[in-house]
């Protein structure tokens, strides 16, 4: 396949939700625009589905009949698979969104929403993952090892589990080493250009980043702060 044409081409996409008119709605959109939609209306019936079908994006509603609501189906979910996740849900509450981020969703949309604000979304989670898809080379700072083939960090060849934003995070600090990134980078790059203004996101993610990477989180070694500006990541010599 041309890697130009990667990005067009069409994907499977889990459709999470019980309500038949939005079932409908979301799978006319996502036809429409060539991709093959796979529906679950329930928790368990998505964590299988989830297994079976490996969809390249899952729309997960948080609201779900049966025991499982949204937040545990992602939350099993991410325990098997790094697909990306956008959450639907009628709440806009921020700690239902930071909620949703800590548990690997990697956007949320917001009920009601439009088919172009769907479509959007759905196209920037999926042209933001796949693009890190295509590097598959290693980085090295130092002690930290990332390999961008098989999505895992190491510290002193210790593994370090991260959620899929965290891992976004620390990459896109990564591939700068030493360099300042702006809180307004990080965020565009992270989570999308909607949250380039999201600091608190932004705040709380380093926070989770330097509790699982930094010997002494209160004396960050890696990720450094420049106040006002941004964060870099810095190599031992600096
Ligand atoms: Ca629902």
């Not at 325990?79 to 509450?93: C, D, H, K, V, Y």
């Not at 080379?137 to 930290?144: K, N, Q, S, T, V």
Request: charged residues 25%.
């Amino acid at each position: 396949m041309n890697p130009a044409n990667k990005r067009e081409s069409p994907a499977t996409i889990l459709v999470v939700e019980d309500e038949p008119r939005l079932v409908r709605l979301i799978e006319t959109l996502l036809s429409s625009i060539g991709h093959r939609v796979v529906v679950a209306n329930d928790g368990q019936t998505a964590v299988e589905q989830a297994a079976v079908e490996s969809p390249d994006l899952i729309i997960l509603d948080l609201l779900l009949p049966g025991s499982l609501d949204g937040f545990e189906v992602c939350q099993r979910i991410r325990g098997f698979s790094s697909t990306p996740i956008i959450m639907l849900t009628a709440r806009a509450r921020e700690p239902d969104k930071l909620k949703g981020f800590a548990l690997g969703a990697d956007d949320y949309i917001t009920k009601p929403f439009s088919a172009k604000e769907l479509l959007a979304r759905v196209n920037a989670v999926m042209k933001r993952t796949r693009g890190s898809d295509q590097s598959s080379g290693r980085i090295e700072i130092d002690e930290l090892i990332i390999n961008q083939a098989t999505y895992t960090v190491s510290i002193s060849g210790e593994d370090i589990q991260l959620t899929p934003t965290e891992y976004r995070l620390l990459l896109t600090l990564a591939r700068r080493p030493n360099q300042v990134v702006t809180h307004a980078e990080l965020l565009t790059e992270v989570w999308g250009s909607d949250y380039r203004d999201e600091l608190s996101y932004l705040r709380t993610y380093i926070r989770y980043l330097r509790n699982k990477i930094e010997p002494n989180p209160s004396r960050p070694r890696f990720i450094k702060t420049r106040n006002g500006i941004g964060y870099f990541l810095a190599t031992q010599e600096t």
